[in-house]
């Protein structure tokens, strides 16, 4: 079946912009992940979604950063008045659910704010 | 913050050489350990989900041992080839409210040469 999809794979913006990056989970998981790498910096977790459960959102790191997720499947994350800081490439991955399965990441979006 | 230390950071073997990393991470609270392969220009990939102390886990010739009382796993590639090429990442995760969050370590970058 398809995997973990994310739209756009690469955005360049202007600082201050906001800018919203989409993320299609696998059908069927009810966990949803969202991460960056920042460079030379590791994976970050910013987000979680487990079901109908209020998210996780103490990754995120600052109130510009927000995410949804709609009807438990697509989850959007958006970042308002973008800075330079921001720039990384932003992943989404999902699983079953969140109790330690392995995660199946997307393609990643590349974020580059000038 | 939980920290999750990989060494080494880089690391460059022959064709045919075998090799192994390691990935330290806090022993309290464990509930899993994953460890992803991130080639160039894709997405990380699952390779081994470890939940056991003494858990040891193969694929092909890559195989994971895991040691939860003293907080480590090591990921050993038995004769390397240049399609082993790739950035190693562990990552944990603790029982309690923080279920279902990953925390990566920086990786191991490993290069095979021909």
């Known amino acids: 079946g398809a995997g973990v999809s994310q739209s756009p794979s690469n955005k360049v913006t202007e600082k201050g912009k906001d800018v919203e990056l989409r993320c299609d989970p696998i059908s069927g998981h009810t966990a949803l992940y969202w991460y960056r790498q920042s460079l030379g910096q590791g994976l970050e977790f910013l987000i979680y979604f487990q079901g109908n459960s209020a998210p996780d959102k103490s990754g995120l790191p600052s109130d510009r950063f927000s995410a949804e997720r709609t009807g438990g499947s697509v989850s959007t994350l958006t970042i308002q008045r973008t800075q330079q800081e921001d720039s990384a490439v932003y992943l989404c991955a999902s699983s079953l659910d969140r109790g330690g399965r392995e995660q199946f990441f997307g393609p990643g979006t590349r974020l580059t704010v000038l | ?114």
């Not at chain 2, 920290?3 to 022959?14: A, D, G, I, K, T």
């Not at chain 2, 080839?81 to 970058?109: H, I, K, N, V, W």
Request: include cysteine; aromatic fraction near 14%; charge should be neutral.
């Open chain 2, 1 to 114: 913050i939980l920290n999750v230390e990989q060494s080494p950071q880089s690391l460059h073997v022959q064709e045919g050489d075998s090799t192994n990393f390691t990935c330290s991470f806090p022993s309290s609270n464990f509930y899993a350990l994953h460890w992803y392969r991130w080639e160039t220009a894709k997405s990380p990939e699952a390779l081994f989900v470890m939940t056991l102390n003494g858990d040891e886990k193969k694929k092909g010739r890559i195989s994971a041992t895991l040691n939860t009382k003293e907080g480590y796993s090591y990921l050993y590639i038995k004769g390397s080839q240049p399609e082993d090429s790739a950035t190693y990442l562990c990552a944990f995760m603790t029982r309690g409210s923080t279920l279902g969050r990953l925390y990566f370590g920086r990786g191991t970058q490993l290069t095979v040469w021909p």
